[in-house]
């Protein structure tokens, strides 16, 4: 896949994460009508069908990282596009390891630019930076075993 079909289901994948989280309904065939209206190939729908899966099954985590990082903000108050980019950078920051970090970073800051406020990209980089830090962190503490 290259970079503008992944940048492209990565836009398609944070506007339905959006609509989930303004439409508080299942959405579940919404990635069927965007695979049919969107010129999309089998590897975007399955990296949109990963996305939307993971951030539902790891929600929990991610809504605790961006707590731990949104300084002075609580989730239910923050702008909902930000929101929805966020949990799709924290998801891939952490579950995808197929995407590099620093990429994943760039393109959420760059949705935050199109899509939401002219600060929302500085925050969003904030905040994605920091999940970045920590996945080093605990990168470091897996213990080495040592030989007897």
Same mark, same amino acid.
């Given at each position: 896949m290259d970079r503008k079909t992944r940048q492209g289901s990565r836009i398609c994948a944070m506007q339905i994460l959006y609509s989930?989280?303004?439409g508080g309904e299942d959405l579940s065939g919404t990635q069927d009508i965007a695979m049919e209206v969107l010129?999309? $190939?089998e590897a975007d729908? $399955?990296?949109m069908d990963s996305v939307l899966k993971g951030v539902a099954e790891h929600l929990e985590e991610i809504d605790a990282a961006i707590s731990r990082y949104a300084v002075g903000w609580k989730i239910d108050r923050l702008p909902k596009v930000d929101l929805s980019i966020l949990r799709l950078g924290i998801f891939e920051i952490f579950w995808r390891d197929d995407i590099p970090d620093k990429a994943t970073i760039n393109e959420c800051v760059e949705m935050a630019k199109s899509?939401?406020?002219p600060d929302s990209g500085s925050y969003i980089n904030g905040i994605l930076s920091s999940c970045l830090k920590e996945k080093g962190a605990a990168a470091e503490e897996v213990p080495v075993s040592e030989e007897e």
């Open positions: 989930r989280e303004t010129p999309l $190939e729908g $399955e990296y899509y939401s406020t």
